[in-house]
């Protein structure tokens, strides 16, 4: 019997660079900006991560699709990443309890993938050149239409993607009757930070990105969480007037990666954008309280100014990247709020940054009976 040909992809970088491979997930074209990530196992709770909203993902673990897909591994509703490049893409997989392979879960929901290409040679160029857009397309090869129509694309920086992930209406996790009352501002919430609230418990409302303090307030939240999400912290105008409201109340606040970029920027320190950010499970964090270092999770492009940080006479720094030196943790002097900019929940060590979850608690419960 004689095999089927897999249909051509092409992948054009904005730098001109373009690679030649097979398509897999839908036929089609997608655009976005590129990044990398280094994960060697997780690819479902990557593809489904909100943060990833709006860029084209290159996996550069070799093959992706070998354990299938599981749906209660899910960090959302859907897919959030906008496409898929990989070496090695793999419809056959080896664990039992999956409920599906990837290419039915990438075809259901439109996503474009190219595989077969170079993943070591498009990383070193994004490490080398930085972030940039691309566009991958099962429908065309020709570079110069693809060229023209990647031109169209915006870039990340000014782009505010949080109100495309968010939810739609407000809703409950938890029991209601449970001790705490956690307000969540869902920019792009990963589903495993609620249930580490839920299982200490934590009864949490979930709002949308946009939902003004009123309406928070009327909730009578003990504290406040400040989730993750896509895109520039800088454009979320509406976020940091909510957050600089929120600290007026004394109130007890915790943020997770654009959580703590968005406690920075209400207290006037600046973000920016990464040449190629940090995206993978390996990522080494030292902890300045304790002298520990942690294993983390990470997926950000974005990241607080330093110096404008180390000068500020209310933050403390309590957390920094052991590559880079750039800044994982920060605390309020004044007030109840700190932020880490990797992800605990994800959980990579595994238990490494679990305590930032029972250090919420903690607080949360010492300013009540305060």
């Known amino acids: 019997m004689q095999s089927i040909e897999p249909t051509k992809a092409v992948l054009v970088l904005a730098n001109g660079s373009v690679y030649h491979g097979k398509a897999a997930g839908k036929?089609?074209?997608?655009?976005?900006?590129?990044?990398?990530?280094?994960?060697?196992?997780?690819?479902?709770?990557?593809?489904?991560?909100?943060?990833?909203?709006?860029?084209?993902?290159?996996?550069?673990?070799?093959?992706?699709?070998?354990?299938?897909?599981?749906?209660?591994?899910?960090?959302?509703?859907?897919?959030?990443?906008?496409?898929?490049?990989?070496?090695?893409?793999?419809?056959?997989?080896?664990?039992?309890?999956?409920?599906?392979?990837?290419?039915?879960?990438?075809?259901?929901?439109?996503?474009?993938?190219?595989?077969?290409?170079?993943?070591?040679?498009?990383?070193?160029?994004?490490?080398?050149?930085?972030?940039?857009?691309?566009?991958?397309?099962?429908?065309?090869?020709?570079?110069?239409?693809?060229?023209?129509?990647?031109?169209?694309?915006?870039?990340?920086?000014?782009?505010?993607?949080?109100?495309?992930?968010?939810?739609?209406?407000?809703?409950?996790?938890?029991?209601?009757?449970?001790?705490i009352r956690l307000a969540v501002m869902d920019y792009g919430t990963k589903k495993n930070i609620l249930r580490n609230f839920v299982q200490?418990?934590?009864?949490?409302?979930?709002?949308?990105?946009?939902?003004?303090?009123?309406?928070?307030?009327?909730?009578?939240?003990?504290?406040?969480?400040?989730?993750?999400?896509?895109?520039?912290?800088?454009?979320?105008?509406?976020?940091?007037?909510?957050?600089?409201?929120?600290?007026?109340?004394?109130?007890?606040?915790?943020g997770i990666c654009l959580g703590h970029q968005l406690l920075a920027l209400a207290n006037d320190i600046p973000t920016h954008k990464m040449h190629h950010g940090h995206r993978g499970i390996n990522h080494p964090v030292k902890n300045l309280v304790t002298g520990k270092c942690e294993i983390t999770s990470q997926n950000h492009g974005f990241a607080i100014d330093g110096q404008s940080i180390y000068n500020h006479p209310d933050i403390e720094v309590t957390h920094i990247n052991l590559n880079d030196e750039s800044i994982e943790g920060l605390k309020v002097k004044s007030l109840p709020a700190f932020s880490v900019q990797y992800h605990p929940e994800a959980a990579p060590g595994p238990h490494d940054a679990q305590y930032l979850f029972d250090q919420f608690v903690d607080l949360i419960l010492k300013s009540k009976n305060n």
């Open 200 to 254: 200490r418990q934590c009864f949490c409302r979930v709002f949308p990105a946009e939902t003004p303090l009123e309406e928070v307030l009327a909730f009578n939240p003990d504290a406040f969480f400040l989730s993750n999400g896509p895109g520039d912290p800088a454009a979320m105008a509406y976020a940091i007037h909510t957050v600089k409201l929120m600290m007026k109340t004394g109130k007890p606040i915790f």
């Open 27 to 179: 036929i089609g074209t997608a655009t976005g900006e590129i990044c990398f990530n280094t994960g060697m196992t997780g690819y479902q709770e990557v593809f489904t991560d909100p943060s990833y909203y709006g860029q084209i993902m290159v996996t550069t673990n070799a093959h992706i699709g070998n354990y299938g897909i599981k749906h209660v591994e899910d960090e959302s509703e859907k897919i959030q990443i906008a496409g898929l490049v990989c070496k090695n893409f793999s419809q056959d997989y080896s664990r039992i309890g999956a409920d599906e392979d990837i290419q039915h879960f990438f075809e259901a929901q439109n996503i474009v993938c190219i595989y077969g290409v170079d993943t070591r040679e498009i990383v070193r160029e994004i490490r080398t050149g930085g972030a940039m857009n691309c566009i991958i397309s099962s429908e065309t090869k020709d570079v110069d239409q693809l060229m023209k129509q990647l031109a169209e694309v915006p870039d990340m920086s000014g782009l505010e993607l949080s109100s495309r992930v968010t939810t739609l209406t407000t809703y409950d996790l938890g029991d209601p009757d449970a001790p």
